[in-house]
């Protein structure tokens, strides 16, 4: 696609929302938010219908999700509704609404416990609700693709973090749970004594895989996306307080249940496509702590327990 386009962003407040439809509006296009704070529920199918209705975007960007994998196991039903529910009706209103592409955000969880590296064309095995939650929404993207002609391209990003971070969710996010904690004098935990290992991909550098991702080139492929450096999370919790300058208290715990190991993507099609910015952790890092300590922390969210 080239030009002026229109475009939806579903999921636009959040980190990577914020950060893309800066993107794309610098590119020249018009941008279009999808969320509570723009007035439309997407667990409501008939406001979701009506704004696309409204719009008529050439492109969605469906980014809208719950992505607190821990908490799956013990919310099932408000993870579920909270990512599957929003991705059908996003769906099906893009498809009445006669979006050309439908871009989608799903998450290397979809792999589980496959061997590393994780190839996008290999097992998907997930470990866990959130992880089953994706690996379905992918599948119905290419059933109603194939039915409805609707193209599409599909993203496994993985471990996100920098400016723009959610601050008030203990649950997810693990750069911002240690930097809170850091701030406020608290002490955090690790689990597995932080032995799992994780690439930790910033923002502007997955955003901008994204934004590119309207050529062609893109349509009807799924790709991993994001940095192929990976550390320790007791190696970056040590980095995070060697930047903020605060020797934080920590607590070693046993691993959770169903808590994977290693978490690493291969990259040889994100490479085939565009030249990623791999922003070293450390200066990632530093520009995260410098804008978390410019914010006025809101008060920690509560969910839901079911189980």
Known sequence: MGGYIKIAITGITGLV???????????????YGLSRTTGC???????????????????????????????????????????????VNTLKASINSKVKRF?????????????????????????DIYGVNKL??????????????????????????????????PTKNVVALFMRNLLEHKPYKLFGGGEMRRAFSYVDDVVDVLADSLRPEYENKTLNVGSEVDVSVKELSDMIQKISGIKGEIEM??????????????????????????????????DTWEWVKSQTLPPIMTKRVEI
């Open 17 to 31: 929302g914020t950060n893309l439809s800066k993107k794309l509006n610098s590119m020249g296009h018009d941008v």
């Open 41 to 87: 529920d997407l667990t409501k199918e008939d406001q979701v219908d009506n704004l696309l209705n409204e719009i008529r975007p050439d492109v969605i960007f469906a980014l809208a999700a719950e992505s607190a994998e821990s908490i799956g196991q013990n919310s099932p039903v408000m993870m579920t509704q909270n990512n599957i529910g929003i991705f």
């Open 103 to 127: 871009i989608y955000t799903s998450s290397v969880a979809v792999y589980g416990e496959a061997s590393v590296p994780y190839k996008e064309d290999g097992p998907t095995i997930p470990k």
């Open 136 to 169: 379905a929404c992918e599948q119905i993207l290419k059933i109603m693709s194939k039915v409805h002609g609707i193209k599409y391209s599909i993203f496994r990003p993985h471990n996100i973090y920098g400016p723009g971070q959610r601050m008030k969710d």
């Open 253 to 286: 715990l046993n691993a959770r249940p169903q808590e994977i190991h290693m978490f690493l993507a291969d990259h040889t099609n994100q490479r085939e496509l565009i030249k990623y910015n791999e922003t070293p952790l450390k200066e990632g890092l530093e």
